[in-house]
């Protein structure tokens, strides 16, 4: 069965450095996303990407984000100097079509800014 | 602007109990509802979802919901459980013209023989 499929599991790095989420979606899906979890609390949407180009982005999705589909496979999200407050699981999500509803979720990236 | 209520963040029940996850929403356009489930170490997988027609759904490990318009409401039933079901469940909405999930705060379901 396809699936999402993100790397690395599990990242750790100081605070103020440069992190890349890698996630593959699944290979007909062309709408993309980005979700986080912090620890306790919500599922929160970051952003959406569809047509090469942010479709939407939320109030936490700020000019240290950015989003890119670098090839036809791969769909990455950096943060550019990160913080404490990063730390969070982050999912990424595709979904087939406009008309497609259902969203698939990859395993997700802990990401511990120390 | 949706929103979505969880109203129990821990819910333990024994093995072969019935169980039901309550989950509230509020929104002033249509939308589609979703449950997801997580667990341990694993990403969210799609248990069920609401877009129109029949307001009982079923899903995958015999899990049902039922829509609910006047009461904005969608709870998450099994009539008997598992240890296996013991997981995180997280209600989510979905405008019908938009694309964004809102999720709420998630129900921890701990299943006990």
């Known amino acids: 069965e396809p699936e999402v499929t993100q790397t690395p599991s599990h990242q750790v790095t100081q605070m103020g450095q440069e992190v890349i989420l890698r996630c593959v979606p699944i290979?007909?899906?062309?709408?993309f996303y980005w979700y986080r979890q912090i620890l306790g609390q919500k599922v929160e949407f970051l952003v959406s990407f569809y047509n090469n180009e942010i479709s939407e982005k939320s109030e936490i999705f700020d000019d240290q984000f950015s989003v890119e589909r670098p090839d036809g496979s791969n769909f990455t999200l950096k943060i550019r100097s990160t913080k404490l407050e990063d730390s969070a699981m982050y999912f990424c999500?595709?979904?087939?079509?406009?008309?497609?509803?259902?969203?698939?979720f990859g395993q997700g990236t802990r990401l511990t800014v120390v | 602007a949706q929103s979505v209520t969880q109203l129990d963040s821990q819910v333990p029940v024994f093995e072969e109990a019935p169980v039901e996850l309550r989950c509230n929403y509020s929104?002033?356009?249509?939308?589609?509802l979703f449950w997801y489930v997580q667990y341990p170490n694993q990403g969210l997988q799609l248990l069920l979802k609401?877009?129109?027609?029949?307001?009982l759904v079923k899903g995958i490990n015999g899990f049902e919901a039922e829509f609910n318009k006047s009461q904005t409401s969608f709870h998450l039933r099994k009539p008997s459980v598992h240890i296996s079901d013991t997981a995180e469940y997280f209600c989510?909405?979905?405008?019908?013209?938009?694309?964004?999930?809102?999720f709420g705060e998630g129900t921890q379901l701990t299943v006990n023989p």
């Open positions: 290979s007909n899906h062309l709408y």
């Open positions: 989510a909405v979905r405008e019908t013209s938009g694309s964004r999930l809102t």
């Open positions: 999500a595709s979904r087939q079509d406009r008309l497609n509803t259902e969203a698939f």
């Open positions: 609401y877009l129109s027609g029949s307001t």
């Open positions: 929104s002033s356009v249509s939308v589609y």
